[in-house]
């Protein structure tokens, strides 16, 4: 299955870069250059997050997010829960991407240390299963797909279906 690109915040990439060497340019040091450029970035976050809450899809079930993180000192594995898929977004340290490949919703996120890489599920099962498992997430033990898929079920699949059926923007 190809890769369907919901969004991209890659765009903003080069204006970023520019405008960085503009403040640069009218006397700003380094630190007062990236303030100014993380207040930009997160408008332009706050404007996709804007448009995803126009979604008519509310699936009613938390969210788990598993990540692979880019970190300065390597990388590391983690989880993170959300009541609304909406706030997906919130993982956003960097330039994101959201995009559904082979069924699954996956995000990139490009940041100064690195980049990190997530998957979002819809939880079906909760208890002493979901607990095992994210423990085994954040201790970095290997997940079987089947395990991961006894707890949950896939977002990016439940997203396909909705487009599929036309259902997708208000």
Avoid: P
Wanted: proline content about 0%.
């Amino acid at each position: 299955m190809k890769k369907i690109t919901l969004f991209t915040t890659d765009a903003y990439e080069g204006y970023y870069d520019d405008l960085r060497q503009e403040l640069l340019a009218d006397g700003l040091d380094e630190y007062e250059a990236d303030i100014h450029i993380g207040h930009y970035m997160d408008d332009d976050r706050y404007d996709i997050a804007d448009a995803l809450t126009r979604l008519q899809y509310d699936i009613n079930a938390d969210i788990l997010c598993v990540g692979d993180l880019g970190l300065w000192h390597g990388r590391a594995g983690g989880y993170r829960f959300f009541d609304k898929w909406q706030d997906i977004l919130d993982i956003a340290n960097g330039y994101i991407t959201l995009y559904i490949e082979n069924g699954c919703l996956r995000a990139r996120d490009v940041h100064h240390d690195g980049v990190n890489y997530y998957s979002f599920y819809i939880i079906k099962r909760g208890g002493i299963a979901l607990d095992n498992l994210v423990d085994d997430i954040y201790e970095g033990r290997h997940i079987s797909a089947g395990r991961l898929y006894y707890c949950c079920r896939s977002l990016g699949k439940a997203i396909l279906d909705r487009m599929k059926a036309g259902k997708w923007w208000e």
